[in-house]
């Protein structure tokens, strides 16, 4: 296949970036298409570490395009920090990422505006990542964004700005009783911005299109998960963008005919970090334990991750909203030593039981889950690069999933470095 994309099946953080990276050595392309800053994604080769927010994940093979496609909010500030440190550790050729003048860009004014929304929610927020991805989502519907598209034209730039901000001011100062922005610092800021970003300005959709017309691999990256997204997920604990694969068509300028195959994330149990509905969740020893084995705390944040069992109910509403052709299993490995392991087969709802999600989203938090028991395994397994070198019951485990999820494992990942992965099925092979 030479289009595949990568996408969450649960609430984000399934280790996106680490299958990304690992497919992106056989991709000529690597885009993303939606969300912004707000995503967190680790990559570790030979030992170091990367952390890349707005970046595709190809970025650390040489010789790949890079692009972010316009369905995306981007954080320009953000943008040059990550290319910066990107350039220092490692050689970037000068071209290696497009970055759409669609592209919405975030300011100042949402990140201050997500925060001390946040806040004035107290015990109802929903735990954003503080990055102005909501509100500068808000700003493209309603049309009051700004897109790289006018950074072109610097004047007309700093007219619309300065409106913007007189509105975004009012409403900071008359309802969040926040300070105001400073037109003329974000204005000064944006000259450079402009300087730096612009050479990698590019009609994206149109590069896309080319590339796939001449045979180049197209490896599209999602962000956050289809639990996250803002029309299937556990709304409002969500974020603000349509995160399951059919975004990566309006977020890229690309047709629906174009995608071959959807690869989905999940880790061998769940995590979600924020608030919201989390039916498999596990309190107490067990959970900090895993959360400790697993390293389960926010790369964006920080913030500790709530931890769970795999939930099989989930992972095939994740199959059918992103037609999914098979499924990679990450961080098998967290799962050494733990006996039984538990996995969600249905829930129980009003008394009834349910294979897929029961009708209307707030059932998830009420619905029970029902669970189901397999013995675990001791033996590490992180050297482990064939299914034929795990333990029977690990085998066993990544079968039951299989099998519940209704599609094949084509990966399983029993280590953070790019290195230990049981690659069983190669997408673009
Ligand atoms: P993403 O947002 O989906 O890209 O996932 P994150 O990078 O935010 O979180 C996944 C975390 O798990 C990162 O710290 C990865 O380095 C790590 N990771 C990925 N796969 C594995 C694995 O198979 N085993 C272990 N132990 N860690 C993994
Ligand atoms: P990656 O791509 C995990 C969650 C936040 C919060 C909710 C809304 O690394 O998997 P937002 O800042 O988007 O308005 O926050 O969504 N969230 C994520 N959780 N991984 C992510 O991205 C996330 N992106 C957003 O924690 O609950
Ligand atoms: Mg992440």
């Not at 030479?2 to 299958?19: L, N, R, S």
């Not at 570490?49 to 972010?68: E, Q, S």
């Not at 970055?99 to 929903?126: C, N, Q, T, W």
Request: charged share 25%.
């Amino acid at each position: 296949m030479k289009t595949v994309a990568v996408v969450g099946t649960q609430w984000g953080d399934e280790g996106k970036g680490k299958i990304v990276d690992l497919l992106a050595a056989d991709a000529d392309v690597i885009v993303r298409f939606q969300g912004g800053n707000n995503a967190a994604h680790t990559l570790v080769v030979d030992g170091e570490k990367f952390v890349l927010r707005l970046v595709p994940a190809g970025a650390l093979h040489p010789n790949k395009t890079c692009v972010i496609g316009n369905g995306t909010v981007v954080d320009p500030i953000a943008l040059i920090a990550e290319i910066d440190d990107l350039k220092k550790r490692r050689g970037l050729r000068g071209d290696f990422l497009k970055l759409s003048y669609e592209a919405h860009i975030v300011f100042p004014y949402h990140r201050a505006i997500d925060r001390m929304r946040e806040a004035r929610a107290g015990k109802r927020a929903i735990g954003t990542t503080g990055f102005g991805i909501g509100p500068a989502y808000e700003d493209k519907m309603s049309r009051a964004g700004l897109r790289f598209d006018d950074l072109v034209n610097f004047k007309s730039f700093a007219d619309k700005l300065k409106r913007t901000v007189a509105d975004k001011n009012a409403y900071l100062k008359a309802v969040l009783k926040g300070k105001p922005i400073s037109a003329t610092e974000i204005l000064e800021a944006m000259r450079r911005v402009r300087r730096r970003l612009m050479p990698y300005l590019c009609d994206t959709g149109e590069f896309l299109a080319e590339a796939i017309a001449a045979g180049k691999r197209i490896l599209f990256e999602g962000a956050h998960g289809t639990m996250l997204d803002i029309d299937h997920g556990t709304y409002p604990f969500v974020t603000s963008s349509n995160c399951i694969a059919s975004a990566a068509f309006g977020g890229t300028g690309l047709g629906p005919g174009t995608l071959e195959a959807v690869l989905g994330i999940s880790k061998a149990y769940t995590t979600r970090v924020g608030a919201g509905p989390f039916p498999t969740e596990i309190k107490g020893w067990l959970a900090d334990a895993l959360r400790e084995e697993g390293v389960e705390f926010g790369s964006a944040t920080g913030r500790p991750r709530r931890i769970g069992w795999f939930d099989a109910v989930l992972a095939r509403f994740a199959a059918r909203v992103n037609g999914m052709w098979a499924l990679a299993l990450t961080k098998l490995d967290v799962l050494t030593g733990i006996d039984p392991i538990r996995i969600c087969v249905a829930y129980q709802y009003k008394g009834k039981r349910y294979e897929t999600m029961p009708p209307g989203r707030h059932a998830m938090e009420t619905a029970k889950p029902i669970f189901e028991e397999m013995p675990g395994w001791t033996e590490a397994i992180g050297e482990a690069r064939s299914l034929g070198q795990l333990p029977a019951n690990a085998r066993a485990y990544i079968e039951r999933i299989g099998e519940l999820a209704g599609i094949p494992i084509a990966i399983v990942s029993v280590g953070a470095d790019r290195a230990a992965t049981i690659v069983v099925t190669n997408p673009f092979a």
